[in-house]
């Protein structure tokens, strides 16, 4: 019998291509009984779909955070759950690093104005940026990508390292050439720019918020490309238009899309993407292919040479 493999959002395309070679492919949840294996890259898997998935081997996350899928409920009816991780590490990096150019220069407030002829000669004070070259980098969470980030920022702008981690002992960083500061205040404080690398989960649940703003250094630049949730929205609007932190890029949040109208995506000092982190050729590229790799094990599925 030919397997079912649910599969509701776009992979790249030579994975699709392996898939349809070896599976049925399946875009609804209106017959977990009937799945084999359920691929999760946007969509949710719930527990009703898991605890009716009883023929179910293997849910493949596209990606590496599992707020998607009930963990819980796959470990209690005996489903293993996979992941891509490492395969989009590089490509979240990178953007991390464009956003901390980008507000470092004012790119938003500096298109913007360019547009609406709103500069009529060069030089002014408040097209005047700041350099990453020598500043304080603050990591929260020390983990692939966030180690890939420290990587571009010390090769190409000498940074000084910093990380909040409370799981990564002070030999482990150490190890890794970040000074461990011990709490998320003591970090913003400290620090000229802060990327987060966190999963969501309850402990990093509005991780930023008004009470931590409040400690900032003024000069600070924020960067979230980790899950929308761990930044208290509110609180960055307030630290934005109060000059609590400098600037802000985002490439996640709590409610995905948000609103045209929402707050912050007026604001000259924030930059917004909507969760395209991982969305890179070469990444795609490697999670699809790995999503496939682990269904067709998970499956015993021999591909032809
Ligand atoms: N924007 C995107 O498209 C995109 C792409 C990939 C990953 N992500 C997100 O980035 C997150 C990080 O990915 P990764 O591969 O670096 O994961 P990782 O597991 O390698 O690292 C996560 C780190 O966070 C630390 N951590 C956990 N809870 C913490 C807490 N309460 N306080 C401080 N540190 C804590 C862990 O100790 C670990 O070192 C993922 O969980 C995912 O949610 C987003
Ligand atoms: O956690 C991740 O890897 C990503 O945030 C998310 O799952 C989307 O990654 P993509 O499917 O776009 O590679």
Redesign the pocket.
């Known amino acids: 019998m030919i397997p079912n493999v649910y599969l509701h959002d776009h992979i790249c395309d030579s994975a699709v291509a392996r898939l349809r070679r070896h599976v049925n492919l399946v875009d609804n949840f209106d017959h977990p009984e009937e799945l084999d294996a359920i691929i999760v890259r946007q969509q949710y898997c719930p527990r009703e779909v898991i605890s009716r998935a009883k023929r179910c081997r293997l849910i493949q996350m596209h990606?590496?955070?599992l707020?998607r899928i009930d963990v819980e409920a796959a470990k209690e009816y005996g489903i293993s759950v996979k992941r891509t991780?490492?395969g989009?590490?590089q490509s979240?990096a990178e953007l991390a690093i464009g956003f901390m150019l980008a507000m470092a220069r004012k790119m938003k407030f500096l298109d913007r104005g360019l547009q609406a002829g709103k500069f009529q000669t060069f030089g002014l004070p408040e097209t005047v940026g700041l350099e990453l070259s020598g500043k304080k980098l603050g990591l929260?969470?020390?983990?692939?990508?966030?180690q890939l980030v420290a990587d571009i920022a010390r090769a190409a702008f000498h940074c000084k390292l910093f990380v909040?981690?409370?799981?990564?002992s002070a030999e482990a960083c150490k190890k890794l050439g970040f000074q461990k500061v011990e709490t998320v205040e003591a970090l913003v404080a400290a620090v000229d720019f802060v990327s987060i690398?966190?999963?969501?989960?309850e402990?990093?649940k509005h991780?930023f918020n008004a009470a931590v703003f409040a400690k900032a250094n003024p000069d600070l630049i924020l960067v979230n490309?980790?899950?929308g949730g761990v930044v208290d929205e509110e609180a960055l609007y307030q630290a934005l238009t109060t000059g609590q932190i400098l600037a802000a890029g985002m490439?996640?949040f709590e409610q995905q899309p948000p609103r045209p109208d929402h707050p912050l995506l007026s604001l000259d000092n924030f930059i917004g993407t909507l969760?395209?982190?991982?969305s890179t050729r070469e990444a795609l590229e490697r999670n699809g292919n790995t999503v496939v790799d682990n269904v067709f094990a998970a499956l015993h599925i021999k591909e032809e040479e």
């Open positions: 990606g590496v955070g707020d991780k490492g989009n590490a979240v929260v969470g020390g983990g692939q990508i966030a909040y981690d409370p799981f990564l690398h966190v999963p969501l989960t402990s990093t991780m490309t980790s899950r490439d996640v969760h395209v982190g991982g």
